[in-house]
């Protein structure tokens, strides 16, 4: 303790110091900059280049709009320049919440004119810009230009997110300040997007901002685990590690991942086991990484921020359309897992609206007459923005705008490549609807029916050895993306005849058809299966076989098109929450749903059914011995196994088909 002479000193002195700090503080503010270390040769690029924007068909703005927590979010604001003039009309605001760099997303073509800039990924352009709306696009929480910590799909406030802020609050606090400052806007908000940008508009949803008016999610992320981009029905998608990569390990998603092998079958049979991959990228410094080697099985970090479990809960405030591809190569659960949630909240009829367009993830808003070698006969993205989402837009945030003449349900025929108005989906399923499902058969002497078994061998049994794994598609495997060259977007519409000459895949073909099946809903996989092992996965995909000639399209004579394919891994059998190891040489019972399909089988065709084993290297390789984290399996634990498929009187196996007018 200081004497009470030096207090009463140091007392004495303190204004002195003041002041003179208080001198020297304002003499360094008022210090010129630091002269040009050239000044007769002075550089050529000005301090702050104001570029010549008069001649823009629009007026952009870059803000830091401030959340409740002080973090604030960079957001792009492009108003068409007609709205700026005195006396113009106000319009509506759609905003995308992004992780994927608004700035990149609202200058696609550096242009004058909106249309180019907007013209690619998440920007439905023909109605954006025909319709007058102002385009808001901003970088979520931790992503690019925003401030704060970046979490993969950021959980609900709650037992998986102890913070007050989430991307609920987030939306709502960024349409209160576009509400107060855009005063352009007649104070509507839609928000729409694809995909992590899809999973954006459900989170808004959630206690909505009065001003949101409606919310279009198309292929959204909703649950990682069950059947969106992680796991499907257990089974890790090991190829989508490059995304988790790029997208965590740095905010503007600089560091790239990385490869010396030109087939990713290669890549990832070098490493093993997913865990040892991730090893050699230094995967274990990523924070979302280390949480799916914490959490293989479907538990609470799962369940809890599950969307559609979500929003179950909550009454429905907003109108919703959902936009799902029946072709989804990245989230092909999630947009009918929330139509399954709200739909039942729908009292009026008018508050939730299903599509299912022929696309693959995130088609609707491109150039979408075909997909990979399939025709449709017309531009169906086109169609889809032209005749449903501009009225379905427009009815809630035009002024004045007419109710939109839309179906509960718009969904596309497969087959006979049309648009059908529904009332109701699914049209046929198991229990619940009033047509129920047909049963197709797995038949002895590999052969497909709607009849039952009735005599015949038992099973029909293949040898699955993970040192030599199905292909999920021809090699060499090219790594997900969308880059130019890259065919990611089309692998489940491939010929899947390659896997029908395998000897470790099991196909089974019905006859000849001479009248049309048509199929609307959820085919449901009915297995009476065994392994050698104690632990294996199960893919099953229904298949359309084309007639061996077809005259107009060469091309496609004997194509074999996936109709709708997935894969179970068999240590969920009894519960997807405690794994359990299965009874060797044992026929065990396996049900599972495949993906939604609406489509008709037409004369001439067949009807093709294909069982294996594994599904490489999209999914991880199953060690067909149990082990408690297939993360982690050794070379040790992977062994062959014999697998059996029964269809027998009493051990039928069969596929419940959803078949109209059956």
């Known amino acids: 303790m200081k004497s009470s002479r030096a207090v009463v000193a140091w007392r004495g002195l303190r204004p002195a110091l003041f002041t003179l700090l208080l001198t020297m503080s304002g003499a360094l503010l008022a210090t010129d900059p630091p002269a040009a270390k050239y000044p007769n040769y002075p550089s050529e690029t000005p301090a702050d ?89 901003q970088d979520v929480r931790g992503k690019y230009g925003s401030e704060g910590d970046y979490v993969m799909n950021r959980p609900m406030h709650g037992p998986q997110n102890p913070t007050s802020v989430d991307d609920a609050t987030d939306t709502y606090d960024t349409i209160d300040w576009l509400v107060k400052h855009v005063p352009e806007s007649n104070g509507k908000v839609g928000t729409l997007g ?94 979302f990484w280390n949480k799916l080697l914490a959490h293989p099985s479907y538990d609470t970090f799962w369940s809890d921020q599950a969307v559609d479990k979500v929003l179950g809960t909550l009454p429905l405030k907003v109108p919703v359309m959902l936009v799902h591809s029946l072709w989804d190569q990245e989230d092909s659960y999630g947009a009918l897992a929330v139509y399954r949630a709200i739909k039942p909240k729908d009292s009026s009829g008018d508050m939730v609206k299903l599509v299912m367009g022929p696309w693959h993830h995130g088609q609707e808003i491109e150039e979408a007459s075909s997909l990979g070698a399939i025709s449709f006969d017309s531009d169906t993205g086109k169609y889809f923005r032209e005749h449903i989402l501009r009225p379905f837009l427009a009815q809630y945030l035009k002024d004045g705008a007419p109710k939109a003449d839309l179906a509960p349900v718009t969904a596309f025929e497969t087959g006979t490549n049309q648009w059908r108005r529904l009332d109701r989906w699914p049209l046929v399923c198991e229990s619940g609807c009033p047509t129920k499902s047909r049963s197709l058969y797995l038949e002895p002497g590999l052969k497909l029916g709607f009849n039952a078994p009735a005599t015949g061998a038992a099973y029909d049994e293949y040898v699955s050895d993970p040192a030599h794994p199905v292909p999920f598609r021809a090699r060499p495997i090219q790594p997900v993306g969308y880059d130019p060259g890259q065919t990611w977007s089309q692998w489940l519409v491939d010929d899947q005849r390659e896997a029908s000459g395998r000897t470790d895949v099991l196909t089974f073909t ?25 632990d294996s996965d199960w893919v099953v995909k229904l298949i359309d076989v084309y007639p061996d000639q077809v005259a107009d399209r060469p091309d496609l004579g004997g194509y074999q098109l996936a109709v709708a394919m997935d894969i179970f891994r068999g240590r969920y059998r009894e519960s997807f929450v405690t794994p359990k190891a299965l009874v060797a040489n044992q026929p065990l019972a396996y049900r599972f749903a495949l ?27 199953n060690p067909q011995t149990f082990v408690p984290s297939i993360f982690e399996a050794t070379p040790a634990d992977y062994q062959k196994a014999t697998q059996r498929i029964y269809h027998s009187p009493e051990q039928a196996s069969y596929i419940a088909l959803p078949v109209v007018g059956s």
């Open 194 to 287: 694809i995909s992590y940008d899809g999973f954006e508009p459900l989170m808004a949803l959630v206690n909505p901002h009065p001003a949101l008016k409606v919310s279009v999610p198309m292929n959204p992320m909703v649950d990682g685990w069950m059947g969106d981009d992680w796991f499907h029905n257990g089974a890790f998608r090991q190829q989508n590690m490059s995304y988790i990569y790029e997208q965590t390990a740095s905010r503007d998603n600089s560091i790239k991942w990385w490869s010396s092998y030109h087939d990713e079958y290669d890549l990832f049979m070098q490493a093993g086991s997913a865990a040892e991959l991730s090893r050699q990228y230094g995967m274990t410094q990523l924070g």
């Open 510 to 534: 019905g006859d000849v058809l001479t009248a049309p099946v048509k199929i609307s809903g959820v085919p449901e996989v009915h297995l009476a299966a065994s392994t050698s092992g104690t």
């Open 595 to 621: 993906p939604a399909t609406n489509h008709v089988f037409l004369p001439g065709h067949r009807i093709l059914v294909q069982v294996q084993s594994s599904w490489f290297p999209l999914y991880d390789r």
């Open 49 to 137: 280049f104001k570029p010549a924007t008069a001649s823009y068909d629009y007026v952009r703005r870059e803000v830091m709009i401030p959340m409740r927590d002080g973090v604030k979010l960079h957001t792009i604001i492009l108003v068409p320049r007609v709205l700026t003039t005195a006396g113009a009309a106000h319009a509506g605001m759609l905003l995308t919440r992004t992780p994927y760099d608004a700035k990149a997303l609202t200058t696609h073509t550096p242009s004058g004119h909106l249309g180019p800039m907007l013209q690619g990924y998440d920007n439905a352009t023909d109605v954006i810009v025909e319709d007058g709306y102002i385009r808001v696009v």
